[in-house]
T-cell receptor, first 111, second 110 residues
Framework: GEDVEQSLFLSVREGDSSVINCTYT??????LYWYKQEPGAGLQLLTY?????DMKQDQRLTVLLNKKDKHLSLRIADTQTGDSAIYFC???????????FGAGTRLFVKA | NAGVTQTPKFRVLKTGQSMTLLCAQD?????MYWYRQDPGMGLRLIHY???????AKGEVPDGYNVSRLKKQNFLLGLESAAPSQTSVYFC?????????FGPGTRLTVL
């Protein structure tokens, strides 16, 4: 069945780059998402990429998609303490109502 | 715009009690969703709605019911709460490929 996997924890120093990785199984996935969840809050959409793209950059965020390996990554440049949160990878098919979420990667940023 | 709002924010129930969680959105979105979030797991879809008056089952619908009598509201009901329903519940609405989430309701069933 469909599955999205992420590592559970990542720790970086302030100012370094963070790279959060995700793998998915559904080859027909059309939309791939990154969400951010801060403590006690809902999920906030950070960015998404269409499956016909290899890369998307949005300010400090860079998303890379390797369709062959079904691998998605989120790079945060110049990571700040405010970036400490849980980051969820998710995928969805065109016309589908079901979004499959990974378990989330908790990012710790050390000052 | 308030976006997606949820009430209540917190609730403690005893086993067997019932309750309704309310979700409201002011973005005129057709699609609305209820998810639950459990530790170490991603969000799992409970029920969803593609428009006023319609609902459908998601991945984990057992023990829950929903209603969408008005386009802006999506209600999630627990008829007889069980400890396994202790979770954080998120409502979302969507437009095209973007989902917008509410702040969540933390429910504890004793």
């Amino acid at each position: 069945g469909e599955d999205v996997e992420q590592s559970l924890f990542l720790s970086v120093r302030e100012g370094d780059s963070s790279v959060i990785n995700c793998t998915y199984t559904d080859s027909s996935s059309t939309y791939l998402y990154w969400y951010k969840q801060e403590p006690g809050a809902g999920l906030q959409l950070l960015t998404y990429i269409f499956s016909n793209m290899d890369m998307k950059q949005d300010q400090r965020l860079t998303v890379l998609l390797n369709k062959k390996d079904k691998h998605l990554s989120l790079r945060i440049a110049d990571t700040q303490t405010g970036d400490s949160a849980i980051y969820f990878c998710a995928e969805r098919n065109t016309g589908g109502f079901k979004t499959i979420f990974g378990a989330g990667t908790r990012l710790f940023v050390k000052a | 715009n308030a976006g997606v709002t949820q009430t209540p924010k917190f609730r403690v129930l005893k086993t067997g009690q019932s309750m309704t969680l309310l979700c409201a959105q002011d973005m005129n979105h057709e699609y609305m969703y209820w998810y639950r979030q459990d530790p170490g797991m991603g969000l799992r879809l409970i029920h969803y709605s593609v428009g006023e008056g319609t609902t459908a089952k998601g991945e984990v619908p057992d023990g829950y019911n929903v209603s969408r009598l008005k386009k802006q509201n999506f209600l999630l009901g627990l008829e007889s709460a069980a400890p396994s329903q202790t979770s954080v519940y998120f409502c979302a609405s969507s437009y095209r490929q973007e989902q917008f989430f509410g702040p969540g309701t933390r429910l504890t069933v004793l």
